[in-house]
Nanobody
Framework: VQLVESGGGLVQPGGSLRLSCAAS????????MSWYRQAPGKERELVAA????????NYADSMKGRFTISRDNAKNTVYLQMNSLKPEDTDVYYC????????????WGQGTQVTVSS
């Protein structure tokens, strides 16, 4: 099982980034996919989530209207489009896969750094 995030980097305030998370080794289309973020010394927090067929999404309040989560089940990939980035969005962003198939399965990616700074 692998979740590989990409697309992070350094961006100026007000800029945009699109993160990608490529999945392999499990039935991607059966899993709820989420993005989380974590700053040093802080708890990991939910950014956005999308259901297995993409019919429903939810966002943390501070990301609503700025971030958009989407998925392409044919490519086994989930995306996070981030617009109007702020310095406080600087964090490591993680991809998470979750499904209940007889028992709970949870997988995490290794994270990608996003730095918003002028």
């Amino acid at each position: 099982v692998q979740l590989v995030e990409s697309g992070g980097g350094l961006v100026q305030p007000g800029g945009s980034l699109r993160l990608s998370c490529a999945a392999s080794g499990f039935t991607f289309s059966s899993y709820v996919m989420s993005w989380y973020r974590q700053a040093p010394g802080k708890e990991r927090e939910l950014v956005a989530a999308i259901t297995s067929v993409g019919g429903s999404t939810n966002y943390a309040d501070s990301m609503k209207g700025r971030f958009t989560i989407s998925r392409d089940n044919a490519k086994n990939t989930v995306y996070l489009q981030m617009n109007s980035l702020k310095p406080e969005d600087t964090d490591v962003y993680y991809c998470k896969a979750r499904a209940y198939v007889g028992k709970m399965y949870v997988y995490w990616g290794q994270g990608t750094q996003v730095t918003v700074s002028s």
